[in-house]
């Protein structure tokens, strides 16, 4: 299979021209793709970091890959794991399991990205917190300067809504 920026790469325009053709690719003394016939086209997807724009693609079956599977398991389900090792253990005896969860891998993939949208929460949270603490500060400054005023007010029979509303008329 190719994707849509290695269909452009190897000079076809339409996913049905190359379709069914025989592909092979050598460089040097290394035949990278001896041979091999395209049997579909996918759209560009990008696997790795996200400041990385996708590439041109080839995927293909090798010897190599043929123990690797990807299985998805419910996490709500305890003895998923457990199943997936004795299954495992009966097909493949001579080979051991060995496993990555796909959120750790992505995990390792965007930590910087994660990191810095843990930092941007904790900065956006300081400055709420200093800015809350200038408007507290400030309103307290206000009443001190106008105590006589709440005093004769609250003498008059004026109510603490109207008060408040009185102290703050000025910045609604």
């Known amino acids: 299979m190719v994707n849509r920026k290695?269909?452009?790469a190897l000079g076809y325009d339409s996913p049905e021209e190359i379709i069914g053709k025989t592909l092979r690719i050598e460089h040097e003394a290394v035949?990278?793709?001896?041979?091999?016939?395209?049997?579909?086209?996918?759209?560009?997807f990008n696997y790795t970091s996200m400041r990385e724009e996708s590439i041109p693609m080839i995927i293909m079956q090798r010897p190599l890959f043929l123990h690797n599977i990807?299985?998805?398991?419910?996490?709500?389900q305890p003895r998923a794991l457990e199943t997936f090792n004795n299954v495992w253990k009966e097909?493949?005896?001579?080979?051991?399991?060995r496993y990555a969860f796909i959120g750790d891998v992505y995990g390792q993939i965007f930590r910087n990205e994660l990191n810095a949208g843990k930092l941007v929460r904790i900065f956006s949270l300081l400055c709420l917190l200093i800015a809350n603490l200038g408007l507290i500060i400030?309103?307290?400054?206000?009443?001190k300067l106008r105590t006589k005023e709440i005093g004769i007010r609250k003498v008059n029979g004026a109510r603490s809504g109207e008060i408040i509303l009185g102290l703050n008329r000025s910045f609604i």
Do not use: E, W
């Open 31 to 44: 035949g990278y793709i001896p041979q091999g016939v395209v049997c579909g086209v996918t759209d560009d």
């Open 6 to 8: 290695g269909l452009k």
């Open 70 to 76: 990807m299985v998805r398991l419910n996490p709500d």
């Open 138 to 143: 400030y309103m307290a400054f206000i009443i």
């Open 91 to 97: 097909i493949f005896p001579d080979y051991p399991a």
